[in-house]
């Protein structure tokens, strides 16, 4: 109900509303050009709409972005045709507001605990014009607010508890107008003659088939949802409808309940909707039983016998509407009065174009015998195909301007997101510390050996690399899982310690060469102390700390090396930096990203090494490490007769 209204009354003595005419009644809701951003995640209504537009000849797709406030920024694949197509998904509003500030429609899928909030939150973009709320469930003192709030901001409302509507050729919202095959069958691809405005949204998709049925077709229909207080009424739709030059006729499906009928009714007197009407409000069957009976609408209970189904089409028809018999008749009304106006030329039936072909999903087309081949593969952490390079969608101009640095660059190319500044703070210090532990190690004597040889970089590079495993860097993988796995089953840190010895395996992570608790890593140390002052918490570290505690009393040197305490601490990060959920941080531990960490940071000592021995091999001058005496014993085996050439 907007703000410009004016009173009158029902049969009852009710008072009813006779809308004024108001931006909400008089701009369109939907064009061919409208973009939207969908809240929630519901990839499959968002396909339906895609495929909607597609089938519509649009020249780009309705939806332009999701939020989604239960995961970090991120992006869906979706089909546009038979092409794959990414939508940006953002956590925070804002965020997408300001990236995407063409759109004017928001569709919520919120629940009906969240809905309130996200609605109020979103009208504080002007941008947005239209919001359909889906949510069933809310209660009516907050959806009053909202409606108080909408008139203010001018905001047209439709729901809530509805499923939406359909601009035929331009827009739909969400589920509106079923599968593919019957928005192809109720010809909701091209614009018709006819608007329609309905409470209940299973219904205005029976009107849909009706209408297509029985006309050239649908114009615009809206189920305003079956709330007591609908965000926005019978009549600001019909009013719309009766401005609109290409609406020949209206139809009308109402309900047992309330009294907004009426208002329609004080329109037609009043001549301020003069174009053809059919209207039918279901719930006749009431009368048969002995008490008052709610139907599935909350609004559907007739408290007075001015909100009878029954007493709303005997006034309707009183005042000229056409309204059928029962039900089953309003099909063959709307063909009679349809045929009318194309007798009198005001309805003039044009041509049928055939719409584009949507390929099928492949879970159909496999069980149909038809397939939609997706690619092979596509990424999303870059695009260098616009003007600049892009990075998890940020221009790298941005990057610079922020001054986002190393460890900025690795959060977006890694994870997709931004982390928090501690946080690829953090990835620097652990790129710095692993860079390299001397020459010693197997990696690091790998790739001077093959220096040596005359191999080229990248040769050298992978030769050192190919040595990372469980026994050389791949501790940090494997000690975020076993502390993880200890950690999640409860188990204290006795418990894990004795679990690991009796299965006679290693904890990943413990143990040093040379350091001990009485000589301890200043790596770790360091490490250490930045992560307890900056990490929001640290459970998991804390519980190798224990776990420490408990191996260190056994052998000084069995200490939770760098590898071990960068594995856990990442997880203490990934769980708690508020940029995943669980089972993304989950993931990013069973696909080796921890291991990146080392790759990376070893990476850098591995081409310091093959430079080092380059220039060595040219005589520029003498590394003081250049014996073999330094090689660990169990390299200088591997290598056998050939340590004379080193």
Known sequence: MTEQTKPGKAPSGQEVYVNQTSDIQTRPLFTKTTKSIIWGMQQRAVQGMLDFDYVCSRKEPSVVAMIYPFTGDHKQKFYWGHKEILIPVYKNMADCMKKHSSADVLVSFASLRSAYESTVETMNYPQIRTIAIIA?????????????????????????????????????????GGMLDNILSSKLYRPGSVAYVSRSGGMSNELNNIIALNTNGVYEGVAIGGDRYPGTTFMDHIMRYQTEPDVKMIVLLGEVGGVEEYSLISAIEKGEVNKPVVAWCIGTCAKMFTSEVQFGHAGACANAEAETAEAKNKALKAVGVNVPHSFDELGTVIRDVYKQL???????????????????????????????????????????????????GIPITDIFKEDMGIGGVLSLLWFQRRLPKYATKFIEMCLMVTADHGPAVSGA??????????????????????????????????????????????????????????????????????????????????????????FPSSPLLDYAIEVEK??????????????????????????NCGCFTREEAQEFVEVGALNGLFVLGRSMGFIGHFLDQKRLKQGLYRHPWDDISYVMPETMGLMGTDTDNI
């Open 550 to 575: 408990i191996t260190t009393s056994k052998k000084p040197n069995l200490i939770l090396n760098v590898d071990g305490f960068i594995g856990v601490a990442f997880v203490d990060l990934l769980n």
């Open 342 to 392: 194309v007798a009198d030329n005001i309805i003039i039936p044009q041509p049928e174009v055939t719409p584009p072909t949507v390929p099928m999903d492949f879970t159909w087309a496999r069980e149909l015998g038809l397939i939609r081949k997706p690619a092979s593969f596509m990424t999303s952490i870059c695009d260098e195909r616009g003007q600049e390079l892009l990075y998890a």
């Open 136 to 176: 069933e469930g809310i209660p009516e003192n907050l959806t009053r607010q909202l409606i108080k709030m909408a008139d203010e901001k001018g905001v047209s409302i439709i729901g809530p508890a509805t499923v939406g509507g359909v601009k035929p050729g331009c827009f739909k919202i969400g589920n509106t």
């Open 445 to 534: 004597h790998n790739t001077i050996v093959c220096a040596r040889a005359g191999k080229d970089l990248v040769s050298c590079l992978a030769s050192g690399l190919l040595t990372i495993g469980d026994r050389f860097g791949g501790a940090l993988d494997a000690a975020a899982k076993q502390f993880s796995d200890a950690y999640n089953s409860q188990m204290i840190p006795m418990e894990f310690v004795n679990t690991m010895r009796k299965q006679g395996k290693l904890i990943m992570g413990i143990g040093h060469r040379v350091k001990s608790i009485n000589n301890p890593d200043m790596r770790v140390v360091i490490l250490k102390d930045y992560a307890k002052k900056n």
